[in-house]
Antibody, heavy 119, light 107 residues
């Protein structure tokens, strides 16, 4: 059974940093691209970042480029999102999502972790 | 960026009804269109990928089609558990973009 478990969310002041983690199990982690998708309170879904199975290729939304860094540790089946220079508008539930053999399709999602950037 | 526009934004229907949600892309995305269902407080669930392919274990009352810029998701024989918000998403190119969502309520 595929499981994705996010952690690391919390309250942070604007301008601060936070690192999200996603522990994956139940599939061959290194064979699939992984992504982060966020959802601001009461709003829709927004794609944040993706990276390939090897971690060699990454893609970011303009809204986070230069501030957020997606990475993975295939030896530990872990996905990360390093978030720097956080803004109030980054407040959202952050989901990690597993890719499929079709790029950009997300077939399994974690339960999400809430990040609140507020003073 | 490719803009995805869903309609309607919300709808209310009865058990057994047939409902259709449409999604329009601001430029052609061929068939790189996916549909997700999200229930309150839960993660999204993939229903349909590549415009018309039913994800494993998704009930056959869900169907979808379209290509280019116009797509539709249809639920035939609405069930009580089908309430929630439905999102379309294009996977043609980054940034991957979602529609604004269609909230489905069961009467």
């Amino acid at each position: 059974e595929v499981q994705l478990l996010e952690s690391g969310g919390g309250l942070v002041q604007p301008g601060g940093s936070l690192r999200l983690s996603c522990a994956a199990s139940g599939f061959s982690f290194s064979d699939y691209g992984m992504s982060w998708v966020r959802q601001a309170p009461g709003k829709g879904l927004e794609w944040v970042s993706s990276l390939s199975g090897s971690g060699g290729s990454t893609y970011d939304a303009d809204s986070v480029r230069g501030r957020f860094t997606i990475s993975r540790d295939n030896s530990r089946n872990m996905l990360y999102l390093q978030m720097n220079r956080l803004r109030a508008e980054d407040t959202a539930v952050y989901y990690c999502a597993k890719g499929t053999d079709r790029v950009g399709v997300f077939d399994y999602w974690g339960q999400g972790t809430l990040v609140t950037a507020s003073s | 960026d490719i803009q995805m526009t869903q309609s309607p934004s919300s709808l209310s229907a009865s058990v057994g009804d047939r409902v259709t949600i449409t999604c329009r892309a601001s430029q052609t995305i061929i068939s790189y269109l996916n549909w997700y269902q999200q229930k309150p407080g839960k993660a999204p669930k993939l229903l349909i990928y590549a415009a018309s392919s039913l994800q494993s274990e998704v009930p056959s009352r869900f169907s979808a089609g379209g290509s280019g810029t116009d797509f539709a998701l249809t639920i035939s024989g609405l069930q009580p558990e089908d309430f929630g918000t439905y999102y379309c998403q294009q996977s043609y190119t980054t940034p991957y973009t979602f529609g604004q969502g269609t909230k489905l309520e069961i009467k």
